[in-house]
Nanobody, 115 residues
């Protein structure tokens, strides 16, 4: 079992930066993939970025060059550094981890990009 607690969401101006964190507890040393998804009002949940245990990353085209995902395996924590934010980045951001093939989701944190 894994529990996830997200933090760092809020309001940011266009062009600004925000850092999301997601701390896992429980079987953190069995975590393989970690990542972030987001869901905007009226839209489906979509992938933002993922990172596997060895450090390889994958990003949605819409965030490449602006967002950076990283993780601390010892702490069971995944981060999302959001730079050059755009209004279209506004969404609820969900943390995701995979343990032995089973997905776990965080409760979601709201990110609003607006002036």
């Amino acid at each position: 079992q894994v529990q996830l607690v997200e933090s760092g969401g809020g309001l940011v101006q266009p062009g600004g930066s925000l850092r999301l964190s997601c701390a896992a507890s429980g079987s953190i040393f069995s975590i393989n993939a970690m990542g972030w998804y987001r869901q905007a009002p009226g839209k489906q949940r979509e992938l933002v970025a993922t990172i596997i245990r060895g450090g390889s990353t994958n990003y949605a085209d819409s965030v490449k060059g602006r967002f950076t995902i990283s993780r601390d395996n010892a702490k069971g924590t995944v981060y999302l550094q959001m730079n050059s934010s755009k209004p279209e980045d506004t969404a609820v951001y969900y943390c995701y981890v995979q343990v032995r093939g089973r997905p776990y989701w965080g409760q979601g944190t709201q990110v609003t990009v607006s002036s």
